[in-house]
Antibody, heavy 118, light 111 residues
Framework: QVQLVQSGADVKKPGASVKVSCEASGYTFTGYFINWVRQAPGQGLEWMGRINPNTGGTIYPQKFQGWVTITRDTSINTAYMEVSRLTADDSAFYYC???????????WGQGTLVTVSS | QSALTQPASVSGSPGQSITISCTGTSSDVGGYNYVSWYQQHPGKAPKVIIYDVTNRPSGVSSRFSGSKSANTASLTISGLQADDEADYYCSSYSASSTRVVFGGGTKVTVL
């Protein structure tokens, strides 16, 4: 069926990096953007950027430029989001979401909990 | 501080109608018909219930409806049911470098 399946929960130390994967199935991977959204515990949603799987082109809001990197591997229909220089404030659920041309996120992954702790 | 402003909480009794507002600027909500609404139950991923201001995805109840006036979008839930108790987020395309902005979320409580 049409779905996005993310990698499992992860625990990292401050200063480390984390890479979360998002595998698409049931639709043409290169036909839709893949976005990343994070949600700190008890907080709201925050858009982190997106990739065009067809071209590899990426867009990041200014806040995440330079320390978030989104990539993709079209051979396995998978997108990745890497966050570097982690701090405790980066402890959150990270979601991938399929994006349409009108910037609607119409399909979401199950979320990946990243905990940053010494 | 979120780019779009939503009330923190809204409540209603079963069967009533409630409306959640989402206020932005002419650079986002007011400038484009790219407003979406998402429902998120505890421990679950968000789910789109309204897109392009007024459209409902297949399978979403007709009790959910969206509208927009100037820089404010609104989500109305009619015939409130117990399962509607959740967090609701609006989002919009933004002409700024941010591209996509979210509201801070509204917790809906069914009394």
């Amino acid at each position: 069926q049409v779905q996005l399946v993310q990698s499992g929960a992860d625990v990292k130390k401050p200063g480390a990096s984390v890479k979360v994967s998002c595998e698409a199935s049931g639709y043409t991977f290169t036909g839709y953007f893949i976005n990343w959204v994070r949600q700190a515990p008890g907080q709201g949603l925050e858009w982190m950027g997106r990739i065009n799987p067809n071209t590899g082109g990426t867009i990041y809001p200014q806040k995440f430029q330079g320390w978030v990197t989104i990539t993709r591997d079209t051979s396995i229909n998978t997108a990745y989001m890497e966050v570097s220089r982690l701090t405790a404030d980066d402890s959150a659920f990270y979601y991938c979401a399929r994006g349409t041309a009108s910037h609607t996120f119409d399909l979401w992954g199950q979320g990946t909990l990243v905990t940053v702790s010494s | 501080q979120s780019a779009l402003t939503q009330p923190a909480s809204v409540s209603g009794s079963p069967g009533q109608s409630i409306t959640i507002s989402c206020t932005g600027t002419s650079s986002d909500v007011g400038g484009y018909n790219y407003v979406s609404w998402y429902q998120q139950h505890p421990g679950k991923a968000p789910k789109v219930i309204i897109y392009d201001v007024t459209n409902r995805p297949s399978g979403v109840s007709s009790r959910f409806s969206g509208s927009k006036s100037a820089n404010t979008a609104s989500l109305t839930i009619s015939g409130l049911q117990a399962d509607d108790e959740a967090d609701y987020y609006c989002s919009s395309y933004s002409a700024s470098s941010t591209r996509v902005v979210f509201g801070g979320g509204t917790k809906v409580t069914v009394l």
